[in-house]
């Protein structure tokens, strides 16, 4: 659901972990804790790796020190928010089948993008990067659905001129829930529009931490003392 799935999906960044979502259940934590037991990996930081702390939307990280995955961290989340819940997330997933045979369960585009509004400056160039790449896989050919998801979440303004022209309709039907592309004939005013509309995500996305952060630290310290 991190930067490893944007790989898969077209849009290269250099990562140095994986992160996951995972289905918060007795079972599923069971399984992950066998599976980070054969890794060698060591929760590090805070919070600890407790069921309430994933039901509460906190990432819990870990650090593998098995051979084959030296110093390879791994995130694990289970709520996110504006990001629906993991049953949903994975009805609509994306599978992707590697050499080998091995499964790679994808976060979908769309949740991806979802879970990436977040208050880091990484994020947002990467969610334009991605939906360029799916732009420009599919515009030859593409679905009422895709047409409405680029037009809900395309971030690069030449890319939402064209769409807006070519899609009056479904554009003109998508105003109340994005307003800027009222504006998708001047890229200049569309350009500021789109700043204005990142702004808002990540003080959404701070306020949902603030609390969280609170009681990141209040962790830390009590470990500290």
């Known amino acids: 659901m991190g930067g490893q799935a944007c790989v898969f999906y077209g849009a290269a960044e250099f990562s140095r972990d994986i992160d996951f979502a995972l289905l918060c259940n007795e079972f599923n934590l069971r399984q992950l804790r066998a599976a980070l037991d054969e890794l060698q990996a060591k929760n590090i930081a805070v919070p600890p790796f407790e069921a309430d702390y994933l039901e509460r939307g906190f990432a819990v990280h870990f650090r593998c020190f098995h051979a084959d995955c030296w110093q390879l961290r791994l995130d694990v989340m289970a709520t996110m928010r504006g990001v629906a819940p993991f049953e949903e997330l994975w009805n609509r997933r994306t599978v992707i089948a590697l050499e080998d045979n091995t499964l790679c369960h994808l976060m979908g585009i769309a949740d991806l993008v979802k879970a990436k509004k977040t208050q880091r400056d990484k994020d947002w160039p990467m969610i334009a990067r991605l939906m360029e790449a799916h732009y420009t896989n599919f515009m030859d050919n593409p679905t009422a ?81």
């Open 145 to 225: 659905a895709q047409i409405e998801f680029w037009l809900r979440e395309a971030r690069t303004p030449s890319i939402l001129h064209q769409l807006a022209k070519d899609h009056a309709e479904t554009r003109q039907n998508l105003l109340a829930q994005r307003p800027l592309l009222a504006l998708w004939d001047d890229l200049s005013a569309l350009e500021v529009a789109l700043r204005e509309e990142e702004w808002r995500e990540r003080e959404a996305d701070k306020i949902y931490w603030a609390p969280l952060k609170r009681e990141l630290e209040a962790l830390r310290r009590a470990l500290q003392r």
